[in-house]
Structure formats: C-alpha cells, structure tokens
C-alpha cells in the first residue's frame, strides 16, 4: 500500500508516467510543483490589484502591474517553469535578487516584450552590469557607488540603464537612507542629464506589514509608508519622476490596496503561502500551495521499548514499535532543527519532529521525524507495528504539500516551520537540488512555445 502526492489517474499520458517512473529511480524523494497552483495564484494577486484600482482605494491611475517574485530559484520551485505560470496568472514583471539569475530568464526566452525584470542585488565591483543593461533588465541603486557603476557601465554600453531606485524606510537593509539621499539625487541628475541612466522606479521594502493585527507593526508600517512619500517627493523636487513607486510585498497587496500604487511585488504569495501565521492560512486569503515534498521510506523495522533513535540518544522508543527511515537529510534541505525529541531521551524534553504523512491499512496517519535529522536520512517512529499498519519499504509519503493542516491529516509547509522554529519561506527554498523537481499541468497552463523551454523530463 502506498500514498502517492501524485495519482496515477492524474497522469494521463504515457511520457508523464514514463517522467514520474524514471523520478523515483533518480532520487527517493520529489517534489512537485503545480503550475496551475501558481497560476491562480498569480492571477489573484493582479485581480486584487484590479480591484483596489476599481475601488479607488489604489490612488494610483489604473491597476498596478504586478511582479511575480522569482528570486533563489522561485524560492525552490524551479526559475524557468515558475516565471512562465506567472506570467500566465497575469504577471507583466518578474523580479530576481541576483544578476545571474536575472540574465538566465533572458537567456533562455523571457524577452521585455514578454516581462520587464527587475534585478536587486549585486556585487558592485564585478556585477555584469553591462550584460543586464544590453538585455534589457532593470537594475536597482541604493549606493552611490552602485550609480557610479551602472552609469559607468551604460557610458560602455552605449545604451541608458533603467534604474529603480532603493530607499530605505526603515528596514535597514539596502537602499538609501535619508540623510544621504542629497547625495545621490545630485549625482543621480548629473547622469540623467548625461543620458546614461533613466529612473524609472522607486521602491522600498516593509518589515512587518505580516502581521497587521498588532498595533505596534501596524504603526510601523505606517512609519515606512509616511518615510516613502517623504522620498518620492524628495525626487520630485529634484526633478526626478519616476512612472512606477513600488512598496507592497504580499502583505500590503493582500491588506493594503491603498499603496499598491503602479507596481506590487507579491513574493511568497505567487507560491501558495500567507507571509505569516499570524495572517491565518493561505486558504483565508484565496491561495494554494503549490508544492508537494514526497518521499519513498527506506528500511523499516521492529525496535524493542527502551532503543535509542539517531544521534545523542534524543529520543528513545516507549513501546515495542516498527520504524521507518525516510531517507532525505538536511543535505537535502531538511532541517535539522525539525528533529523530534520526548522525555525518554537525553534532553529529556517533548518535541515532536516534523509530521509526515503515510498512509495505512486504516488509513491515512500522521507520524513525526524521531530523533535527530541526520546529512542523508532521518527515522519515523510508526507508533506501532509495521505488519498491523500496513506500512512497507518504498511505500510514498507526503512531508508536506497544499493540505489544511496537520490537524486534519495534510501537512503543509507551515507545519514543518513550527517544527523547526522557522518560516514556511525557508523550508521549501531551501531545498537541495539533488531532489528532482516535477512539473504537474505544463500542457494546461502554458502555450505550446512556453512549454518547448521545459526540461521534458520534468512534466507531468
């Protein structure tokens, strides 16, 4: 018996049995990204920004654009295959922190008249700046160094750099502060004035807009919001006009119409996930997660009462019990901070590992990672016999995907967060490449060119 993310009855062609197949001989654990998933949940995002334009709660003129965030591989879902669902869902920008990555979506056929791409961060010494200015590629400033450089760089290419500019509002991260904006803003009209470069945008980022139940980051947020128009109005005076302002992440585009002005940058939203638990569950704000992590268990055995699991002796069996190996580590990107203690061990404290999903004889069962997370492998104690559950070597389970919750049985990347003290951003992004992405409803979602630019192997 088995439970499968996928069913077989969901693979109606011979090639994607044949993809599936050949993914589980390649690697004992998958992950499969639906592109429908992504797509609707793009395209709740612009209808949101369509929306707060109707409403006139968006002061803006006309619906903002939206920019479907694919920076670290489409945070673990796969750059090209993610890119494209976006901008099915609606998406008219994509944005990438790095220039690498910036550069593959050019290189392997997303031009601009397809999707501007807005590039942030860079080693300012040695970025490809001419390269991103050549393929036409939007490229953030928040250091007058950095407009040095890319000034420098449009002045060899023979082309102006579109430019976004970065303030700082209070996150403290990049961007320019107020007290050297002068600065800049002087050194930014002498190279608009020398036709290198052409601001088209100005943006910041906020820090706690995911949480606007609590009064305190609700007051913050408003703090940033007041310190961006203090900027923009600074570049006007300056006789700087940039056509896009951009400041909602997808907190501020789920509850904040009012500054979704010409430009949103829905990140974590585009993959089925509210930004934080304290918003409620992707479901309440109309989205789905779009992968799910599965795995094949390796050995599984009969331990006695009173046996250690894993390494330091953190969790001992309380009863005569099988176990089963799932075998996926934290070389694969699972945390070691989502192994699973009890009071039995030698920290003795009760701290469930992360939940797993198998599937039984009576059904589905939730059990949790026992024990330390190890590089290669981690161990699930069955709570019972692997002969009466119905629980066999290379049987599926599910570590997590779009479900409701580990309390109803479908556990999702929030789940294992809480397991491991984290976000759910961090679990799905950091997964290793070594476990094989697939791709569910390429031949739904996408145009027959889009779905040329595929790994074949990948679809299923």
Known sequence: MSLSAVQWGDLESPQARENYQAALYQYPAQAIVDLAALRDNMRHLTDLADEAAKSGKNPAQGPAQVMGVVKADAYGHGLIP???AALAGGATWLGTAQSREALLLRKLGIGPDRARILTWLYNGKYDPFDKLIGHDIDIALGSVQGIEAVAAAARTAG??????IKVDTGFGRNGFTPEEFEEALNLLKEKVHENLL??????????VADNPADPECRAATEEQIASFSRFVDRMDNAGLH??????????????????????????????????????????????????TVQAQLGTVKNLPAGHSISYGRTYMTTQATSTADLPVGYADGIHRSASGFNRAGSLGVDHPGAPVRIMTSQGPKIVHISGRVCMDQCILDLQGFASDLGVCEGDTVELFGPGRGEQFGEPTADDWARAAGTISYEIFTCLRNRIPRLYLHAHDVLPPSDCALLDQSCLL
């Open 82 to 84: 993610t890119a494209l």
């Open 159 to 164: 082309k102006k750099a579109r430019v976004h």
């Open 198 to 207: 052409d601001v088209v945008g100005v943006w910041s980022h906020l820090a």
């Open 242 to 291: 940039p056509s896009l302002r951009h400041l909602a992440n997808t907190a501020a585009t789920l509850t904040r119409p009012q500054i979704h002005y010409e430009l949103v940058r829905p990140g974590v939203g585009l993959y089925g996930y509210e930004p934080d638990p304290a918003m409620g569950t992707a479901s309440d704000w109309g989205l789905k997660p779009a992968m």
